[in-house]
């Protein structure tokens, strides 16, 4: 009897064309876009400032900051101010004053993040340019010191190697965008989930099946588990979108640093998760369409919270401590831990815990209302 309604249940989803195509497709588009879209954002390689340079001050000094930012890749000098994103402006008494500051005058619309690594970038060619200045001078008194002034790297690339746990790859907009669509997709189910059962509801099916003494239990878990097959499915949909497809636009493909093992749970854990509140806003809502309207909205809600549309590092401070209410961030946090910091299964163990109670207890929950509403004839 119970393989019976999971046959059912299956051929219920197969059915319902547009809805899977909603699963599957969705959320593989919206990957191709914001990584193609973000890839310049989450690479420090790939920036580029147009810059106009008012030299007051003509000393050797400031003529050598001129010559390092000529010679520097990330900027594009202009000989005039109307296009300049930046313009530098050298004071008078650069080379006379230590306090002298450099003025940086902002054009247009430009984000403090990129501010930020503009100023970054200005910062290694100025001081470059009076260490320089500082070997000059000694080169006559103190020679040794001369040569160590001239010997040292001041790129922060030089100075500083980063390292993500195991892995020292940098994380890019494919590796953060993936894992942030799959949670999000996953969660979608409430579409075809709450269409099959309002209509069974509406159709007295579910009633017919209670009359027959098949359990409410029985129902519920009948109907989970083709939703769990079709969000795994949709896990390897979109690493394979992020792996093979993605790199064709020029972006960079996915890597994985960690075990499989790993990936499995969290999937696992995150489609529990989305199974337990997709039925517990199925079975609470009177129509389809109210179903969708709720769980659409809550949905959105929950990624916009979770890190999904917007990173979380991008957030306030605030705003980070109030992600964690979401199951969309746990998921998230899980899946960027395997794929940029190697983490085994044992490292996400928390997180799969935390989806796996969420979604069994709304779970319990959807069964007590659905109990409910059979027996009242809802």
Do not use: C
């Not at 190697?342 to 109990?371: C, E, N, P």
């Amino acid at each position: 009897m119970f393989s019976a309604m999971i046959k059912k249940e299956f051929l219920l989803v197969m059915r319902d064309k547009h809805a899977l195509l909603a699963l599957f497709v969705m959320p593989a588009i919206f990957i191709l876009i914001m990584a193609v879209a973000m890839k310049d954002q989450f690479s420090a390689k790939n920036l580029e400032f147009k810059v106009f340079v008012q030299d007051k001050d003509k000393s050797v000094l400031s003529q050598k900051v001129l010559n390092n930012i000529k010679s520097d890749k990330k900027f594009h000098l202009l000989k005039d101010k109307k296009n300049a994103e930046f313009v530098i402006t050298i004071p008078s008494d650069f080379e006379k004053k230590l306090e002298s500051k450099i003025l940086i005058d902002v054009k247009g619309a430009l984000k403090s993040n990129q501010i930020t690594a503009f100023k970054g970038v200005l910062l290694e060619d100025v001081l470059h340019a009076k260490l320089y200045e500082m070997a000059t001078r000694f080169e006559e008194f103190a020679p040794e010191a001369q040569k160590a002034l001239q010997n040292l790297k001041i790129s922060t690339d030089e100075m500083y190697k980063v390292r993500y746990n195991d892995s020292t790859q940098v994380p890019n907009s494919t590796q953060q965008s993936v894992p942030a669509w799959i949670v999000f997709g996953m969660f979608f189910i409430i579409i075809p989930m709450s269409t099959i059962y309002v209509n069974e509801r509406k159709q007295n099916t579910l009633a017919r099946l209670n009359s027959m003494n098949v359990s409410v239990k029985a129902m519920s878990v009948s109907k989970s588990i083709p939703y769990v097959f079709i969000n795994q499915i949709q896990v390897l949909i979109m690493l394979g979108v992020g792996i093979y497809i993605v790199p064709l636009f020029d972006t960079p493909a996915l890597t994985i640093e960690g075990s499989v093992a790993a990936i499995a749970a969290i999937s696992l854990a995150l489609s529990i998760a989305a199974i337990g509140i997709s039925s517990l806003i199925a079975v609470s809502a009177n129509s389809s369409e109210q179903a969708t309207t709720i769980g659409g909205i809550l949905n959105i809600l929950l990624g916009a919270i979770g890190g999904v549309m917007v990173p979380k590092f991008i957030m306030p401070q605030e705003m980070q401590k109030l992600t964690e209410i979401s199951p969309m961030s746990w998921g998230l946090d899980g899946f960027l831990d395997i794929f940029l910091k190697s983490a085994d299964l044992y490292a996400i163990l928390d997180k799969v815990l935390l989806l796996v109670t969420f979604g069994m207890v709304s779970l319990i929950l959807s069964m007590l209302i659905l109990h409910i509403r059979i027996k009242k004839g809802l």
